[in-house]
């Protein structure tokens, strides 16, 4: 074929996006959903006004913190993410990803801000574009991983839902867990909802999971390939730990604390459900990179 050029023809003998990309997907589902349940609890009840204007910006900070020193840590030429400011290219999800994400940055700062002086009415005034750039740093990693096209299995309508879900785990598992550790400040009605949040979006992503396992055959057999090694291969460990402890203990947990009012368990099942969800966010990150493309 004349004027062909090869440009890549061997296979990458390694996984590319590894644990750090996996912790990046796992601190941002804490921050933007400690954020938008935040939002909702503060419209919600404002009698609880108080702890979460105050912890809605610390979780955020910290969290979204982490997202990017690991994404920094992460690139190849990490002096270089200046760039991404300098000299964009606006049809990338990486580059949409940044600026938004700087953006939710910027509104976590001001809202830190607002509740350290006590000025309600600053942070009450971007609510609403912040609730807009929280739901986009959610969901722009589902976008980079559709830009992934030869990975059948991370689908970016799929991947925009499973963000959702993991956003709406993290963050009610968030605010339970600083419920328990200073001592159930919040209202009992508050903390049934927190639990119904958590045990809601658990069912809903556990069903997406189990959805993949029995009919991804149906769609590829890449697709079936990529589930032979979630459920028996290298990354079953962190597959199968990552469905017990991200669904069904936090399902059994919170339905038994919500039930018999008995909130101790709450905590339990939230701890559980954070330390499940980096385990199947790596396995389900890992498991398409361990297969070749062709």
Excluded: C
Aim: glycine share 8%.
């Amino acid at each position: 074929m004349i004027g062909a050029e090869v440009t890549f023809d061997v296979p990458i003998p390694k996984v590319i996006w590894g644990w750090l990309v996996s912790t990046n997907m796992w601190a941002k589902s804490i921050a933007t959903g400690s954020f938008l349940l935040g939002l909702y609890f503060i419209k919600r009840y404002p009698q609880q006004d108080n702890f979460f204007r105050k912890w809605l910006p610390i979780l955020g900070l910290i969290f979204i913190g982490i997202t990017l020193l690991v994404t920094v840590l992460d690139l190849h030429h990490m002096f270089r993410f200046w760039k991404i400011f300098l000299h964009p290219h606006f049809t990338s999800a990486v580059t949409l990803g940044a600026w938004v994400v700087s953006g939710f940055v910027i509104v976590l700062l001001i809202a830190f801000w607002s509740w350290a002086t006590g000025k309600k009415q600053l942070f009450d005034r971007i609510m609403i574009p912040g609730f807009v750039l929280a739901f986009f740093s959610t969901i722009y990693t589902a976008g980079i991983m559709g830009e992934a096209t030869a990975r059948e299995v991370w689908v970016f309508p799929a991947e925009m839902v499973s963000m959702l879900l993991s956003a709406l785990i993290a963050g009610s598992s968030a605010y339970l867990l600083l419920d328990a550790i200073y001592n159930n400040v919040l209202q009992e009605q508050v903390r049934r909802e927190l639990g119904y949040i958590l045990f809601g979006s658990s069912g809903l992503m556990a069903a997406m999971f189990i959805g993949e396992l029995m009919f991804a055959k149906m769609h590829s057999e890449f697709s079936h390939e990529v589930i032979k090694v979630l459920a028996f291969g290298e990354v079953a460990p962190f597959f199968w730990l990552g469905m017990l402890f991200t669904f069904i203990v936090p399902m059994v947990l919170v339905g038994i604390a919500n039930e018999y009012r008995n909130y101790r368990y709450a905590w339990i099942a939230s701890l559980s459900a954070l330390i499940g969800l980096w385990l199947i966010k790596h396995a389900w990150l890992i498991a398409p990179q361990s297969l070749p493309l062709s």
